[in-house]
T-cell receptor
C-alpha cells in the first residue's frame, strides 16, 4: 500500500526542547517537502529536497533543520530557535527530478504543540 | 516576488448549484497550475493540473480554466454536494525549481 506517512499525529513539547518529526514515503519519489500550516496562513514551505543528500531552504527555514540520507525519509527537526513552533506540519513528496509539473502527495500531518 | 491570491476565504452555496473559486497570481508566468482539496485536520489531496497551453480541463464534476492573459484560474464544481465541503487550494510552481507556492485557500460550504 503506497503512500506517505508522518508520525506522530499529535506531539507535545516543552519550550526550549528540540523535536524531530518523521516523514516516510514508499512511492519511490525523488522530491520531498516540508510545509507549515497556521490558521489563515495557508501552506508555507520550510525545506525541500529534490534528491538524496541535497536540500534547499524554503520561505521559513529559520529554526528548522532537515536531513535526507535516504530516499524514503525526510525528517524535520524543530529547534528551540524557532520562535513560534506550534503549528500543523505537513510532509509531501513528488516524482521530482526536474519534472516540475508533477503533483504532490501529502502525509496526514503532525500537529505540534509547544508550551 | 511571486504572489498568489484566492479571492475569498469562504464560499457558501446550496446543494445542486455550481461553485466557482478564483485564483489570481502576479509577478509570474507559470507553466502550469494545480488545485488541491483539504479536509479539516488532514493533508491536501491533488485534484487537477492545468498547463499554460490548456484553456480548460475537466474531471467528472470539476472544471478548471487557466487564463494567462488575466493571470487567473477558475475552479468550478458543478451539481455541488455537501460532501464537496472542504478547503480548496491553488498552487503554482516556483520559478527556481519544483517546489510549489500555495494560495491560502477558499473554504467551500455546501448546504442541503
Amino acid at each position: 500500500d503506497g503512500g506517505i506517512t508522518q508520525s506522530p499525529k499529535y506531539l507535545f513539547r516543552k519550550e526550549g526542547q528540540n523535536v524531530t518529526l518523521s516523514c516516510e514515503q514508499n512511492l519511490n519519489h525523488d522530491a520531498m517537502y516540508w510545509y507549515r500550516q497556521d490558521p489563515g496562513q495557508g501552506l508555507r514551505l520550510i525545506y525541500y529536497s529534490q534528491i538524496v543528500n541535497d536540500f534547499q531552504k524554503g520561505d521559513i527555514a529559520e529554526g528548522y533543520s532537515v536531513s535526507r540520507e535516504k530516499k524514503e525519509s525526510f525528517p524535520l527537526t524543530v529547534t528551540s530557535a524557532q520562535k513560534n513552533p506550534t503549528a500543523f506540519y505537513l510532509c509531501a513528496s513528488s516524482i521530482g527530478g526536474g519534472q516540475g509539473a508533477s503533483e504532490q502527495y501529502f502525509g496526514p500531518g503532525t500537529r505540534l504543540t509547544v508550551t | 516576488s511571486q504572489k498568489i491570491e484566492q479571492n475569498s476565504e469562504a464560499l457558501n452555496i446550496q446543494e445542486g448549484k455550481t461553485a466557482t473559486l478564483t485564483c489570481n497570481y502576479t509577478n509570474y508566468s507559470p507553466a502550469y497550475l494545480q488545485w488541491y482539496r483539504q479536509d479539516p485536520g488532514r493533508g491536501p489531496v491533488f485534484l487537477l493540473l492545468i498547463r499554460e497551453n490548456e484553456k480548460e480541463k475537466r474531471k467528472e464534476r470539476l472544471k478548471v480554466t487557466f487564463d494567462t492573459t488575466l493571470k487567473q484560474s477558475l475552479f468550478h464544481i458543478t451539481a455541488s454536494q455537501p460532501a464537496d465541503s472542504a478547503t480548496y487550494l491553488c498552487a503554482l510552481v516556483r520559478q527556481a525549481g519544483t517546489a510549489l507556492i500555495f494560495g491560502k485557500g477558499t473554504t467551500l460550504s455546501v448546504s442541503s
